[in-house]
């Protein structure tokens, strides 16, 4: 269980998230708070820039990501879905990940 809330730390819009994130090349980094759109499904809105070393064409991305838990002993979804901007072509197609988040199986020890 505790593995899971390290990794949901990635997905709680605090200091690790913002510090993983320009890490990865994204500029201006934002994120709405988690609102509830039903008892178990969660939303809120991002948006970035990404830097020129990333992509040649610079560019802005903006997304919604829901999260919901998907079993009873602690896993989430997070799915996200992202629209890119100033992206040649870009406006003709949208990206969808889909996360799953699950603690180890129980007899698991890690890399040895």
């Known amino acids: 269980m505790q593995q ?11 200091d690790f998230e913002y510090r993983v ?3 990865s090349g994204c500029l201006n980094y934002t994120t709405t708070a988690w609102e509830p759109v039903t008892p178990d499904v969660h939303e809120r809105r ?3 820039k990404f830097d020129r070393s990333i ?3 610079g560019g802005e991305v903006t ?3 829901q999260k919901m838990p998907f079993s009873s002993d602690g896993g989430w979804i997070v799915n996200e879905i ?3 901007h100033d ?3 870009g406006e003709y197609f949208r990206v969808s990940t889909l ?3 699950y603690p180890p199986f129980p007899n698991y020890q890690g890399r040895r």
Do not use: E, H
């Open 4 to 14: 899971i809330r390290l990794v949901l730390q990635m997905f709680d819009g605090g």
């Open 21 to 23: 994130m320009a890490k």
């Open 46 to 48: 991002i948006s970035y």
């Open 55 to 57: 992509s040649v064409f």
């Open 63 to 65: 997304c919604t990501q």
């Open 82 to 84: 992202m629209t890119l």
């Open 87 to 89: 992206v040649p072509f």
């Open 99 to 101: 996360k799953l988040l």
